[in-house]
């Protein structure tokens, strides 16, 4: 089986992808971010202030895995089952009533792990609720957003579908290759010397 082709993305190519999507991203107004991917989360949060407050927007991270092999996990369970491995606490998830949620990742690539970061988040939200007045309850759901910011889509068909109702932003399409992010590598200096090498090539 022949190797994916590779594609290496600096810190300053996903810095300047985030700032060029911030705008479309305030039109949102979010109160939070959820980051799955923690860097773009951090970067984004430079360029996008709360509307009202003009404040820092929190950043909340999650855990969640599909390709990496994990203890306790199996071959089988590698790419084809999302695996949890860090998530909100029972107050966090109070906070998310009434709230905009952005769910920042680095890529989309099969969709499955937004699809289940945004499916499970929106089940918390469910359960909380359900402990609430009627009154109350109608008036946080009917202000409870999510939205999804990946820096970049795989143009490729998807396993999985956002539930209705969820924005979609992205930063850049690309073609269904192995991204390479900076925070990935082990030598620094080699990364960015590959991922200039590859801009040569394109």
Known sequence: MAEPEHLAMTYNDIHKLIKASAEKI??????????????????????????????????YAIGLSLYESLPGTTAEQIGAQVVRTQWLGPETQKILLGRRALIV????????????????????????LEKLPTSEREALAAKTEFAVFVVHNKLKPKLAELPEGVQYFVGANVED???????????????????KSSKKVA
Do not use: M
């Open 26 to 59: 305030a039109e949102f107004k979010p109160d939070l971010f959820i980051a799955i991917g923690f860097f773009p989360a951090r970067v984004l949060r430079t360029f996008l202030k709360d509307a009202s407050t003009k404040r820092n927007i929190p950043i």
């Open 105 to 128: 990742d680095e890529v989309d690539d099969s969709r499955k792990t937004l699809h289940y970061a945004v499916s499970e988040l929106k089940k918390d939200v469910d359960r909380e």
């Open 177 to 195: 290759v192995w991204l390479d992010y900076p925070w990935e590598a082990e030598d620094i200096d080699e990364h960015d010397r590959l991922a």
